[in-house]
C-alpha cells in the first residue's frame, strides 16, 4: 500500500488548493434593457449590442 514519505505541511496543502476557487461572472449593465446580464449574451429581452436581435414574442415561446 502506497505511502506518502513525507507529510504534506498546512502551507503545501492550501498553497496548491488557492487556484480552487470561484470566480465572479462577468456581469454587463445593459443600457437598452436597464438589466444586467452576462457578457456576450442576448438579454432576455431579445437585445444585444444596443440593437434587437431577437423579437420578444420568439423570446417568450421559448419558457
Given at each position: 500500500m502506497a505511502?506518502?514519505?513525507r507529510h504534506t505541511s498546512k502551507?503545501?496543502?492550501r498553497s496548491?488548493?488557492?487556484h480552487l476557487k470561484l470566480s465572479v461572472p462577468a456581469m454587463h449593465y445593459d443600457a437598452t434593457t436597464?438589466?444586467?446580464r452576462l457578457s456576450h449574451?442576448?438579454?432576455?429581452?431579445?437585445?444585444?449590442?444596443?440593437r434587437?436581435?431577437?423579437s420578444e414574442n420568439?423570446?417568450?415561446?421559448?419558457?
Open positions: 505511502v506518502p514519505a502551507q503545501k496543502k496548491r488548493r488557492a436597464g438589466e444586467y449574451r442576448v438579454s432576455p429581452k431579445g437585445y444585444y449590442k444596443g434587437q436581435v431577437v420568439s423570446a417568450s415561446d421559448n419558457d
